[in-house]
Every structure is written in structure tokens, then in C-alpha cells.
T-cell receptor, first 118, second 110 residues
Framework: GAGVSQSPSNKVTEKGKDVELRCDPI?????LYWYRQRLGQGLEFLIY????????KSGLPSDRFSAERTGESVSTLTIQRTQQEDSAVYLC????????????????FGPGTRLLVL | QKEVEQDPGPLSVPEGAIVSLNCTYS??????FMWYRQYSRKGPELLMY????GNKEDGRFTAQVDKSSKYISLFIRDSQPSDSATYLC??????????FGGGTRVLVKP
């Protein structure tokens, strides 16, 4: 499809395990964003990629969270030693990056990965 | 205090009514203001964005920004059941980090 895709759509894990969440942005989009959405709450910014670099990772909540992007395409968000408070929907978005990833660009969101940590 | 406050609702209206949504914010440096619509189990989609104070209209949707009061609004005219969703306001400083409100759940009853 032409939109942003994320996998898995749902993930249940046990506390202490590591998880990897994947995002496939729209083809050709150089800017990529990760957000977290807790139940009934708005989106929290986690990290932003321009190409394969992350000029803004200020939203990552702890050093258990990391993300990488390769080939200016797929991105993976990794959560190590998961905790129950990590349960949330993790959303990925991409934008064209033509304006350097600035506000003028509409961010297109994927459907999210629903993570439940037991 | 959160940077962006938004009543969670739910807001229930009859079909055809005007839906009125709003957000307040504390950071006077915000320059760009957006409204997103999020259907259940979907990612948000951008509805409207405005820069600085003023009004913007797009079809049945009108966005208003009052920077002096740190208050933004979204109005939906002639509401339809398909408008039932969660509406999120978002704001941006220069750059691309969006700060979101918690969302208002809207239910338009046929």
C-alpha cells in the first residue's frame, strides 16, 4: 500500500522482555517520527529522523528506549527490559522532508502497534 | 500543569448540530496549531492547521486561534455520524516537534 505501515499491529510481552517495533514509511519520505499514545491520552513525541540521522531524540523516556533507521526507509523502535508503564500504542509517522521536516509538511501516521506488557 | 489542555469528553451531539471543540495552552511560543481526527484503532489524520491568530475554514470545518487568550477552537458544522471520532489538537514551536492535547471523543448520533 501507499501509506505508513507498522508491525506488529499488536504485541503482548512479559515484563523484562525486549520488544522491537517496526515502521515502514511512505516511499520517498525522508522524515520519520515516533510517538507514544497512552490510553485516553494524546500523543507524546519520542524521536525524529531526517534520513538515517536523529536530530531530535529528546522524547525518549529512558535509556531503555532506542530507535534506528536504515536506508532512509525502515525504522525500528526497541524497548529493552519492558515495564508495565510501557503499555501504549506506538505510532509512527512520515513526511516528505522536502522542507527539512518542518511544520509545513503533513505528517502521515500509521495505524500503530498496541503494546501490552504483562 | 500540562502544556496543552483538552476536555476528554465524550461530547455527544445529534446529527446536523454544530460540534464545538477547544484547547487551551500555556506556552506562548507556540506558533502553529493543528487539529487531527483519529478514528478508533487508526492513526491520526490532519484536518486543519493555522499559523498565529485568526480563522481558517475548510468545508464544514472552521479552526480559530486566539493567541492572546492561548485558546484554539474547531467547529464542525452540519455534523454527520461519520464525524464520530477523537479530535486531537496539536501545537508546534519552530521546528517539527508537535505537542498534543489529550483528545476529545465526539459522538454524533443519527
Amino acid at each position: 500500500g501507499a501509506g505508513v505501515s507498522q508491525s506488529p499491529s499488536n504485541k503482548v510481552t512479559e515484563k523484562g522482555k525486549d520488544v522491537e517495533l517496526r515502521c515502514d514509511p511512505i516511499s520517498g519520505h525522508t522524515a520519520l517520527y515516533w510517538y507514544r499514545q497512552r490510553l485516553g491520552q494524546g500523543l507524546e513525541f519520542l524521536i525524529y529522523f531526517q534520513g538515517n540521522s536523529a536530530p531530535d531524540k529528546s522524547g525518549l523516556p529512558s535509556d531503555r528506549f532506542s530507535a534506528e533507521r536504515t536506508g532512509e526507509s525502515v525504522s525500528t523502535l526497541t524497548i529493552q527490559r519492558t515495564q508495565q508503564e510501557d503499555s501504549a500504542v506506538y505510532l509512527c509517522a512520515s513526511s516528505s522532508g522536502l522542507a527539512g521536516g518542518y511544520f509545513q509538511e503533513t505528517q502521515y501516521f500509521g495505524p500503530g502497534t498496541r503494546l501490552l506488557v504483562l | 500543569q500540562k502544556e496543552v489542555e483538552q476536555d476528554p469528553g465524550p461530547l455527544s451531539v445529534p446529527e446536523g448540530a454544530i460540534v464545538s471543540l477547544n484547547c487551551t495552552y500555556s506556552n506562548s511560543a507556540f506558533q502553529y496549531f493543528m487539529w487531527y481526527r483519529q478514528y478508533s484503532r487508526k492513526g491520526p489524520e490532519l484536518l486543519m492547521y493555522t499559523y498565529s491568530s485568526g480563522n481558517k475554514e475548510d468545508g464544514r470545518f472552521t479552526a480559530q486561534v486566539d493567541k492572546s487568550s492561548k485558546y484554539i477552537s474547531l467547529f464542525i458544522r452540519d455534523s454527520q455520524p461519520s464525524d464520530s471520532a477523537t479530535y486531537l489538537c496539536a501545537m508546534m514551536l519552530a521546528g517539527n516537534k508537535l505537542t498534543f492535547g489529550g483528545g476529545t471523543r465526539v459522538l454524533v448520533k443519527p
